[in-house]
């Protein structure tokens, strides 16, 4: 029996507490809704995440490009004030957190993966009203959408699920399955 | 709880622990921390922004390409488009993104207190500085480093008013425009070199730290294609092997400072086989080139052999488009003689205003009233005046010092310091602590180049007008502010109209008065101009006796500048940092001239000089002439940072400039010294 609870009680703090511990949760500094914009505003996802002449890419949109409609409220939502009072009108570019923050020593090009689906890799938010919830390893600094460990591929994160900061064996096997290098330069330059 | 239980129920936490993600996760998360250590600096995750500007570090005025994250400079590359770099990038203009953060930097104004330094406000330093003004009236001066700016006519205006004195940092800038001056001319002095087939440069260390290095660099790589023929000839006269000697198709063996003797010998070789000048004068240049600058004497006094010298005036003859291109080997000290025997020999040449010879580029109008001209700017002589304040035979009750190190950077580099001393009150507008700044009561920190409003008009040697305009690209890294604003903002609490509110409206009227584009400039685009100015020279001083060497000793001093190392304004930075081994100067010389003053390899010895004395070690190599002692410029710092305080020794202060009466400019690029082991 004792060995029985000292079996069950390690499981739960393993597969319940621990994850609570590792990881932070923050919320993005802003409710940003993509479905007001995409379904309403009738914009595209291009209009804001697209590739730079020069192949690098923009990501995130700058507080600047965001004020070419939002100088004013242009609805009631209390966010979208909030935007305008402390981001537009103070010149300052929001902090946005990112789901997949890749760490320095990692080159990723966005160029050269333009053939692959966004959702591949990053969450598929593009419906969403409310960002997702941002995990943050406190030891790593990585970030994840969500923490939820499978069994198979790798101990640690459903990257299915997760679409969270990737480790290197992701890459790897992303690679290999369509055929492309794995030399180390490849990615770390 | 019992032993037997305690166990059981361990062994049970034990086998249940295998099958929790702590083990593995642990173990897997600690490696990626110890590999990405928090305390480490990171890239910012912003898009990356590019942005074309011209380098203020670089003299040279090179285009860079600057790479930027939400404000933040994280790269730097050259500037594929920019004429002045096309491609090339020094190692100065490589140092404007890295210097912005260098434990040097002032990072806000600072007064001197019985303590020391203290901060202090800028509307109070503004006031302090706006009351000490008011009460020197008539006897103030300011020295700008800045060659290029259009900062330096809010200066001079401002100098002008207060009835002060406005000196320009001694450089090839100034010897240009004395020269131009002595010989009936006006304007910036600029080398065709692209379009030469025959370059000769007299001293003019022209691919490494002269003119517009990183541009002449990439013309002579495209005149000398790999496995090809050359399309240009490169020669070099001067005493050292240094980087631009090394890669030229010939180095000839020529003692320091004598580019202007060299030239005239060359002048005297080609009257010899009948050449004459479009130009007013030319009895009284023939007449004095024909008694003093024999070939036979030039080989005496220079080293140049006479059959070498009549070699190169047939060569320079039979040249299609010949260029000659002269000047001190380190930058400084050349006078105005070297650059006035260039342009006499350019001038019998045929080679003024033609494609790949010398182009008179025309002054930029100028915009704040009261600024005079460029001429006019750099019309005063620094180093006497400094000398005269050292002795106490000349007084500044305020000394303002913009972009430049008088205390370091300057002939008898100690004197030069106890003149900052002597004034009344010094105000130095320096990015970074130097010794001009450390001496200073005042220190105002100026801006960046990347921080600030700026300008580049036509540095020295470029091939035609240029017009480069700077705009704040990143957010100031610290309480710093544009010197032109302050300056601005210090003439009105003194009530004086210099006509402009801010530095950025100088600037926009400067683009506006030369026909450019102000939008285009904001967003990097250079503007040029392929205009001239009409030369006729007047040689009939050309060729008058130069002033003798400064000091009795046996070597002749061959100061060498290197950009990786620094400039006159800048200490080594820190990315160059790893070119610089061990913390000893060597000074360089050859087997024979070792033999002959009784030094070894690696010994520690004491040059000692008309303006006084520095320690090094020996280092023994060919790549030195005869006679000739050569020591790298910036080091023996006593300022700056831990990249660069405590390296060697500062060879500025050996050497002793002399006066030159007929000129207005003094001269220190020909020294001689004495060498004893330490």
Sequence with gaps: MPFFIGFVAILLVGWWWFPRVLFSVEQQPLRFSHLVHVDDAGMACEDCHYLNEDGSFSGLPSTESCAECHTEAMGEDPEEQRFIDEYVNEGKEVPWLIYQDQPDNVFFSHAAHAAQDCTTCHPDVGGSDTPPLHYRNKLTDYSNGGYRIVFGRGVGVDPAYSRGTMKMWECERCHAENGQSNACYVCHR | ?678
Excluded at chain 2, 68 to 92: E, F, I, N, W, Y
Excluded at chain 2, 274 to 295: E, H, I, K, Q, W
Excluded at chain 2, 364 to 393: C, H, I, N, T, W
Excluded at chain 2, 436 to 450: C, F, H, I, N, Y
Aim: charged share 20%; with cysteine.
């Design chain 2, 1 to 678: 709880m019992n032993r037997r239980t305690f166990l059981s129920f361990a062994a049970g936490a034990g086998a249940g622990l295998m099958i929790t993600p702590i083990p593995w996760k642990l173990t897997d998360d600690i490696s990626i921390w110890t590999q990405n250590w928090k305390w480490n600096p990171k890239v910012p995750k912003r898009n990356v922004f590019f942005a074309e500007m011209a380098s203020k570090l670089d003299p040279a005025g090179t285009g860079v390409r600057v790479a930027l994250v939400d404000g933040v400079p994280v790269g730097l590359a050259s500037s594929q488009d920019h004429p002045l770099s096309g491609g090339g990038v020094s190692a100065l203009a490589a140092a404007e993104v890295g210097l912005l953060m260098s434990p040097a930097r002032v990072r806000q104004p600072l007064v001197r207190t019985e303590a020391g330094l203290a901060p202090i406000s800028w509307s109070d330093a503004e006031a302090l500085l706006a009351e000490k003004l008011g009460r020197a009236e008539g006897d103030v001066a300011m020295i700008s480093g800045d060659d290029t700016g259009t900062a330096n006519e809010v200066f001079a205006a401002l100098m002008h008013r207060l009835s002060g004195s406005f000196y320009m940092m001694p450089g090839e800038a100034q010897s240009a425009h004395k020269a131009l001056e002595k010989l009936g001319g006006e304007g910036h002095l600029a080398y065709d070199i692209e379009g030469a087939d025959y370059v000769l440069l007299l001293g003019a260390d022209a691919l490494e730290s002269s003119g517009t290095a990183v541009r002449n660099a990439r013309a002579f790589s495209q005149s000398h294609p790999s496995g090809q023929p050359a399309t240009a000839k490169y020669v070099y006269a001067g005493p050292v092997l240094n980087n631009t000697a090394v890669v030229c198709d010939q180095w000839i063996q020529a003692r320091p400072g004598a580019a202007a003797s060299v030239a005239l010998g060359l002048a005297h070789a080609l009257m010899e086989r009948g050449a004459t000048a479009r130009a007013n004068g030319l009895d009284a240049f023939r007449r004095d080139v024909a008694a003093n600058y024999s070939p036979a004497r030039i080989e005496r006094e220079t080293g140049v052999r006479a059959d070498t010298l009549r070699k190169l005036a047939a060569e320079l003859a039979a040249a299609k488009r010949p260029l000659v291109i002269a000047g001190s080997e380190f930058g400084q000290g050349a006078g105005a003689r070297a650059l006035m025997a260039a342009l006499g020999l350019n001038a019998m040449l045929g080679r003024i205003n033609v494609a790949g010879g010398v182009k008179i580029v025309p002054e930029a109008p100028a915009v704040v009233q009261g600024a005079g001209s460029a001429a006019s700017r750099y019309s005063a002589d620094l180093v006497p005046f400094l000398k005269k304040l050292a002795e106490g035979k000349a007084s500044a009750g305020v000394l303002m010092v913009y972009d430049a190190n008088p205390a370091y950077a300057l002939p008898q580099a100690e004197l030069m310091a106890q003149a900052v001393r002597r004034a009344g009150f010094t105000v130095s507008f320096s990015s970074f602590m130097d010794e001009t700044a450390e001496l200073a009561d005042l220190v105002l920190p100026s801006s960046m180049a990347l921080e600030r409003y700026d300008d580049v008009y036509t540095p020295y040697g470029a091939g035609q007008a240029v017009y480069s305009l700077n705009r704040p690209l990143a957010r100031p890294a610290f309480d710093t502010r544009a010197t032109a604003d302050v300056l601005l903002s210090v003439a009105r609490r003194l009530d004086i109209d210099l006509g402009y509110l801010a530095f950025k409206d100088v600037l926009r009227a400067k683009a506006e008065a030369l026909g450019a584009d102000w939008k285009a400039l904001g967003r990097g685009a250079v503007w040029t101009s392929a205009a001239t100015t009409e030369l006729v020279p007047d040689l009939s001083a050309a060729a008058a006796p130069a002033p003798r060497a400064q000091g009795e000793g046996l070597l002749a001093l061959a100061p060498v500048a290197k950009h990786n190392l620094g400039s006159a304004k800048v200490a080594l930075p820190p990315l160059c940092a790893a070119t610089v081994r061990g913390s000893d100067l060597m000074v360089q010389m050859n087997a024979k001239t070792a033999r002959q003053s009784g030094v070894a390899e690696g010994q520690a010895v004491r040059l000692s000089g008309p303006g006084g004395e520095m320690t090094a070690r020996v280092h023994i190599t060919e790549k030195v002439m005869t006679g000739v002692v050569a020591a790298p410029l910036g080091f023996g710092h006593t300022a700056w940072d831990e990249y660069s305080r405590g390296l060697g020794d500062n060879a500025y202060k050996v050497l002793a400039a002399a006066d030159d009466p007929e000129t207005g400019l003094s001269v220190w690029s020909d020294t001689r010294v004495n060498i004893a082991t330490a």
